[in-house]
Nanobody, 114 residues
Framework: QVQLVESGGGLVQAGGSLSVSCAAS????????MGWYRRAPGKERELVAI???????NYADSLKGRFTISRDGAKNTVSLQMNSLKPEDTAVYYC????????WGQGTQVTVSS
């Protein structure tokens, strides 16, 4: 079992920066993949970025260059640095982990005002 707890998020003006973090706990030695998805109002949940235990990251094409994912294997944390935020980045951001199956955090709200 893996439990995921997000922190960070909040309200920021367009063009600003924000970060979200997620801490994993539970009975595991290492987690294969961790990352972030988001769900904007009225839309389906979509991939933001994921990173493997070896540090290989994949991003949604539309977010490359603005968002950076990082991971601390020793602390079992994953973070997402978001720069040059746009109103369309407004969404609930969900922490994700893959360890034999998918796990999800509760989500944290990110709101970008214009």
């Amino acid at each position: 079992q893996v439990q995921l707890v997000e922190s960070g998020g909040g309200l920021v003006q367009a063009g600003g920066s924000l970060s979200v973090s997620c801490a994993a706990s539970g009975s595991f030695f290492s987690i294969d993949v961790m990352g972030w998805y988001r769900r904007a109002p009225g839309k389906e949940r979509e991939l933001v970025a994921i990173i493997t235990s070896r540090g290989i990251a994949n991003y949604a094409d539309s977010l490359k260059g603005r968002f950076t994912i990082s991971r601390d294997g020793a602390k079992n944390t994953v973070s997402l640095q978001m720069n040059s935020l746009k109103p369309e980045d407004t969404a609930v951001y969900y922490c994700y982990a893959q360890h034999y199956r998918d796990y999800w955090g509760q989500g944290t709200q990110v709101t970008v005002s214009s």
